[in-house]
C-alpha cells in the first residue's frame, strides 16, 4: 500500500455542487494533516490544516478520520476558480519529512 | 513578509550539461528550505532538505546534489544532466512541520 494515496480525478463538477473527496494514508503514526491546492503550471500552496476535530475555512471543510486513516475536503457551493489539482500532505510520526499525494484534478464546470 | 524565489523559471538543457538551479528566501533567517521534483503525471518528490548552512540531507539516491553556501540561499545542481531529469523543479521554505511555502518552480526540459 502506497504512503498516501489519491483519487487522481478528474472530477468533473457543475458550479454551486457541493464536492469531496479523500486521501487516505497508510502510516498509522502520522500526526499532521494538510491540503495544498496546485493551479495548473504553479506551485502548489497551503489551502488548510487538518485538526482532529476537523475544522471549517469559508465552504471549505477538512477531517480527519484515524480509525480508517483518511483525511477529507468538501467543497460547498463550488466556484469556477476551485479548479485545481488538490494535494494532501501527511507528516509520518517522528520524521521530519512530508509525504505528498499525486493530488485529486477538480474541474469546475460552468 | 517572506518572499522566496527561483530562477531561472524554465530551462531547456541537452543530455550530459551541468545544472545548476537557485533559490534564494527573503524575510526569514534560518529556514529550513527543500527542493522537490514533480515529474510529468507523478507526485511531488522530495529530493534534498536543509536545516542550516552546510548541512543537506538527501531522501532519493540520483545524480544531483544541493548545496546551501548562505543561510538563505540554496542550490539544486547536477554535473550530467538526464533525460529523466526533466520536470519541475520546486523549492520551498518552511516556518513549521507541514506549512511549506513554494517558489515559483523551474521548468526543466532535458533533450
Known amino acids: 500500500r502506497k504512503e498516501v494515496e489519491q483519487d487522481p480525478g478528474p472530477f468533473n463538477v457543475p458550479e454551486g455542487a457541493t464536492v469531496a473527496f479523500n486521501c487516505t494514508y497508510s502510516?498509522?503514526?502520522?500526526?499532521?494533516f494538510f491540503w495544498y491546492r496546485q493551479d495548473c503550471r504553479k506551485e502548489p500552496k497551503l489551502l488548510m490544516s487538518v485538526y482532529s476535530s476537523g475544522n471549517e475555512d469559508g465552504r471549505f471543510t477538512a477531517q480527519l478520520n484515524r480509525a480508517s486513516q483518511y483525511i477529507s475536503l468538501l467543497i460547498r457551493d463550488s466556484k469556477l476558480s476551485d479548479s485545481a489539482t488538490y494535494l494532501c500532505?501527511?507528516?509520518?510520526?517522528?520524521?521530519?519529512?512530508?509525504?505528498f499525494g499525486k493530488g485529486t484534478h477538480l474541474i469546475i464546470q460552468p | 513578509s517572506q518572499t522566496i524565489h527561483q530562477w531561472p523559471a524554465t530551462l531547456v538543457q541537452p543530455v550530459g550539461s551541468p545544472l545548476s538551479l537557485e533559490c534564494t528566501v527573503e524575510g526569514t533567517s534560518n529556514p529550513n528550505l527543500y527542493w522537490y521534483r514533480q515529474a510529468a503525471g507523478r507526485g511531488l518528490q522530495l529530493l534534498f532538505y536543509?536545516?542550516?548552512?552546510?548541512?543537506i540531507s538527501s531522501e532519493v539516491p540520483q545524480n544531483l546534489s544541493a548545496s546551501r553556501p548562505q543561510d538563505r540561499q540554496f542550490i539544486l545542481s547536477s554535473k550530467k544532466l538526464l533525460l529523466s531529469d526533466s520536470g519541475f523543479y520546486l523549492c520551498?521554505?518552511?516556518?513549521?512541520?507541514?506549512?511549506?511555502?513554494f517558489g515559483p518552480g523551474t521548468r526543466l526540459t532535458v533533450t
Open positions: 502510516n498509522s503514526a502520522s500526526q499532521s
Open positions: 500532505v501527511v507528516i509520518p510520526g517522528g520524521a521530519d519529512g512530508l509525504t
Open positions: 536543509s536545516v542550516g548552512i552546510g548541512q
Open positions: 520551498a521554505w518552511s516556518p513549521r512541520a507541514g506549512e511549506q511555502y
